[in-house]
C-alpha cells in the first residue's frame, strides 16, 4: 500500500512544481514585456533626440491582412523618427489596430484612448507634404497651441489626385509654397494638401501603397469606424 501512495506523491509534486516553474516564467516574460522606456513630458525633445541617437532605425514594416506597407522614416524629423522606433521597441503597438478610415482622406491607427503621458513637439518641414503614401503623426486641436503630435496615433494618407487650378487655388488658401515637383505629385499621385504645415510628416510608405486603397475602402459605420476590426503588426526593418 505504501508504494502506491509515494508514487502518487510524486507524480503530484511533480505536477507542481512544473506549474510553478511555469508561472515564474509566465511573470518573466510578462515583466519583460511591460518594459516601456519613461519620457518625462517636461523633457520629451531632449530625451527623444538622446533616445534616436541610440536607435537609428528608419525602415519599419506594418503586417495586416489586406497586405503589407513598407515604411522609410525620414531622418529630419529626429524626434518623430526616435519617437516611434520607441514605440516599436517598447511594445506600445502590440494591439494595435486601424481604427479610424476616411475614403480619399486616410487610415488611422494606434492604441487609442489608451496614450502615452507627454505630447511631441512639432516638426514641420516643407519638403515633406501629405502626398500618397505619407505617414503623419494625430494630434489634438484642443489647448494644443504648437501643434504638438500624438505620441502614439498615426495616419498615413490615401487622399486624391488634384487638378492643376485646384492645388494653385489650395496653395492661395492655406498659404502654401510648394515646388513644382511638389505640384506635380499632387496632381498625380494626389494627397491632402489641407494637412501640409498643420501636422508633421515623418515618413512614407515605399511599399504597398495599394494596401492603403484596400482598407481605405472597408465598410464604416459612424463615418469612419471599420465594421470590422483591423489589426495591424508592426516591426522594425533591421
Given at each position: 500500500m505504501k508504494f502506491p501512495l509515494n508514487s502518487l506523491y510524486l507524480k503530484c509534486m511533480k505536477s507542481i512544481l512544473t506549474y510553478a516553474s511555469c508561472l515564474v516564467l509566465f511573470s518573466l516574460l510578462s515583466c519583460e514585456q511591460k518594459k516601456v522606456t519613461e519620457i518625462d513630458p517636461q523633457n520629451v525633445a531632449a530625451e527623444l533626440a538622446a533616445y534616436g541617437e541610440q536607435h537609428p532605425e528608419n525602415e519599419v514594416l506594418i503586417e495586416t491582412s489586406f497586405g503589407n506597407m513598407r515604411i522609410r522614416l525620414y531622418d529630419d524629423t529626429p524626434l518623430h523618427r526616435a519617437n516611434f522606433i520607441k514605440n516599436i521597441r517598447d511594445g506600445i503597438y502590440e494591439d494595435a489596430e486601424f481604427y479610424r478610415i476616411h475614403y480619399q482622406f486616410m487610415i488611422q491607427a494606434g492604441i487609442y484612448p489608451k496614450e502615452l503621458n507627454y505630447d511631441v513637439p512639432a516638426e514641420f518641414n516643407k519638403q515633406h507634404i501629405h502626398k500618397k503614401g505619407a505617414v503623419s503623426m494625430a494630434?489634438?486641436?484642443e489647448n494644443n497651441p504648437n501643434l504638438e503630435s500624438s505620441s502614439t496615433e498615426f495616419f498615413i494618407v490615401q487622399g486624391s489626385a488634384y487638378a492643376d487650378?485646384?492645388?494653385?487655388?489650395?496653395?492661395?488658401?492655406?498659404?502654401?509654397?510648394?515646388?513644382?515637383?511638389?505640384?506635380q505629385?499632387?496632381?498625380?499621385?494626389?494627397?491632402?494638401?489641407?494637412?501640409?504645415?498643420?501636422?508633421?510628416?515623418?515618413?512614407?510608405?515605399?511599399?504597398?501603397?495599394?494596401v492603403i486603397d484596400k482598407i481605405a475602402a472597408v465598410k464604416v459605420f459612424n463615418e469612419d469606424k471599420p465594421l470590422r476590426k483591423i489589426p495591424m503588426k508592426i516591426s522594425l526593418v533591421e
Open positions: 494630434r489634438s486641436d487650378y485646384q492645388v494653385e487655388e489650395e496653395m492661395q488658401s492655406l498659404g502654401l509654397e510648394l515646388t513644382p515637383e511638389q505640384k505629385t499632387y496632381m498625380t499621385s494626389g494627397g491632402y494638401m489641407s494637412l501640409d504645415q498643420q501636422y508633421t510628416v515623418f515618413g512614407e510608405v515605399v511599399e504597398g501603397l495599394e
